[in-house]
């Protein structure tokens, strides 16, 4: 079936650093990908999506590229803020195929510091 | 801006007991779906409901579960008898498909935090 794979975390970052969060998947389809964001103490919001080959999604300075290829969706940012430390979930679906569910990977934590 | 609503937001239960979670979904949106987060674990695709009946689930999602859209507003999922591992956070989802096809978003509500004891 279908799967998500994400980097291990906690990623601890300073401020203003570079951020990079590796996800990939497995689908026998052409799946959309999504980012979703989870703020501590909150619900799911859609970060960014992307529905076909190099799509490029973003959103608040955050993007990630559709790569086909190596059936990848890594999530990056040129420099982090306090105010972005949370658990970032990558995700797909396949609705061509019937399959509208999402299936997540494991969720990474990110923890800027000042 | 719409938004996915769920209550309650904490429900605390004993083991055995039926519990009742809500949701109003986005009022144009056609596909409803539940998923749920154990602690620190990942988020699980439970069921999805679109036109009135099951449109997927989940091998999760077994008798013990069933959902329901009683009135055109609201969309819940009853647990009929609740067990430890049931405690999680359930979180419920909307969606419209566009006539694109594969460009549907999933919206999703607060969660419910359920703790059966």
């Known amino acids: 079936g279908d799967s998500v794979t994400q980097m291990e975390g906690p990623v601890t970052l300073s401020e203003e650093a570079f951020l990079t969060i590796n996800c990939t998947y497995t689908a026998t389809g052409y799946p959309s990908l999504f980012w979703y964001v989870q703020y501590p103490g909150e619900g799911l919001q859609l970060l960014l999506k992307?529905?076909?080959?190099?799509d490029k999604g973003s959103n608040k300075g955050f993007e990630a590229t559709y790569r086909k290829e190596t059936t990848s969706f890594h999530l990056e940012k040129g420099s982090v803020q306090v105010s972005d430390s949370a658990v970032y979930f990558c995700a797909l679906s396949d609705p061509p195929r019937g399959r509208r569910a999402l299936t997540f990977g494991s969720g990474t934590r990110l923890q800027v510091q000042p | 801006e719409p938004e996915v609503t769920q209550t309650p937001s904490h429900q605390v239960t004993q083991m055995g007991q039926e519990v009742i979670l809500r949701c109003v979904p986005i009022s144009n949106h056609l596909y409803f779906y539940w998923y749920r987060q154990i602690l620190g674990q990942k988020v699980e695709f439970l069921v999805s409901f679109y036109n009135n009946e099951i449109s997927e689930k989940s091998e999760i999602f077994d008798d013990q579960f069933s959902v329901e859209r009683p009135d055109g507003s609201n969309f819940t999922l009853k647990i009929r008898s609740t067990k430890l591992e049931d405690s999680a956070m359930y979180f419920c989802?909307?969606?419209?498909?566009?006539?694109?096809?594969?460009?549907?978003?999933?919206?999703f509500g607060p969660g419910t935090r359920l703790l059966v004891l």
């Open positions: 989802a909307s969606s419209t498909p566009l006539t694109s096809g594969n460009q549907e978003t999933q919206y």
């Open positions: 992307a529905t076909k080959a190099d």
